[in-house]
């Protein structure tokens, strides 16, 4: 990926530097700055949102919190589908689909709340790649005094991306998650702001 978007930055800079031939430096600079910042932000933005959005997702699979000290940990794999036409990197590369596994636990603390911490680290050679992330669930059913009305929460979330001295990203998620339990199966809806 970094080799094409070298190449893609070299013909451009030799396109830009025959054009502006006759143009003075200030200009030709000014030129080539947004020029490169218009290329960056097509190249990263989708490939910054695909990852945001798989970090952040995947946290909670229920409205209805833990009761005190009521647990469970597993493993989850978020997975973002990447539309075609996104970006000219990932299309270039055929990445339709973006995985993020990560090892995560629930507690139920007082007063209906959920601690969820969720996380993984990686050793290439000598860099590690991590994702760390904390996670706070309220349960607001006990406000509502409806008889069957379904679970309904409120849930933030943070999360930390490093690839050794190369990349750190930061994470934040918000959401409202409903869900309603029958026999065998509980269906759930949550809407979130990353």
């Given at each position: 990926m970094?080799?094409?978007a070298?190449i893609?930055?070299?013909?451009?800079?030799?396109?830009?530097?025959?054009?502006?031939h006759?143009?003075?430096?200030?200009?030709?600079y000014?030129?080539?700055q947004?020029?490169?910042?218009?290329?960056?932000?097509e190249?990263?933005?989708?490939?910054?949102?695909?990852?945001?959005?798989?970090?952040?997702?995947g946290?909670?699979?229920?409205?209805?919190?833990?009761?005190?000290l009521?647990?469970?940990?597993?493993?989850?794999?978020?997975?973002?589908?990447?539309p075609?036409?996104?970006?000219?990197?990932?299309?270039?590369?055929?990445?339709?689909?973006?995985?993020?596994?990560?090892?995560?636990?629930?507690?139920?603390l007082?007063?209906?709340?959920d601690?969820t911490?969720r996380?993984?680290?990686?050793?290439?050679?000598?860099?590690t790649?991590?994702?760390y992330g904390?996670?706070?669930?309220?349960?607001?059913?006990?406000?509502?005094?409806v008889?069957?009305?379904?679970?309904l929460?409120?849930?933030?979330?943070?999360?930390?991306?490093k690839?050794?001295d190369?990349l750190?990203?930061s994470?934040?998620?918000?959401?409202?998650?409903?869900?309603?339990?029958?026999i065998?199966?509980?269906p759930?809806?949550g809407?979130?702001?990353d």
């Amino acid at each position: 990926m970094n080799r094409l978007a070298s190449i893609v930055m070299l013909i451009a800079a030799f396109g830009l530097v025959y054009t502006a031939h006759a143009q003075d430096e200030n200009n030709f600079y000014d030129e080539f700055q947004k020029y490169a910042e218009d290329k960056l932000d097509e190249v990263a933005k989708p490939i910054v949102q695909a990852f945001s959005a798989g970090v952040n997702s995947g946290m909670y699979y229920t409205a209805k919190t833990h009761s005190t000290l009521g647990f469970d940990i597993g493993i989850r794999t978020m997975m973002v589908f990447i539309p075609d036409g996104e970006s000219a990197i990932l299309d270039s590369a055929d990445v339709s689909l973006f995985p993020v596994p990560v090892i995560q636990a629930s507690v139920g603390l007082l007063m209906d709340i959920d601690l969820t911490v969720r996380g993984f680290a990686i050793k290439f050679d000598d860099e590690t790649i991590s994702l760390y992330g904390a996670g706070l669930k309220k349960n607001l059913k006990p406000f509502i005094p409806v008889p069957q009305f379904p679970s309904l929460s409120a849930a933030l979330s943070y999360h930390q991306f490093k690839a050794g001295d190369i990349l750190k990203s930061s994470h934040f998620s918000m959401s409202v998650l409903a869900s309603k339990s029958f026999i065998f199966v509980t269906p759930y809806i949550g809407v979130a702001y990353d």
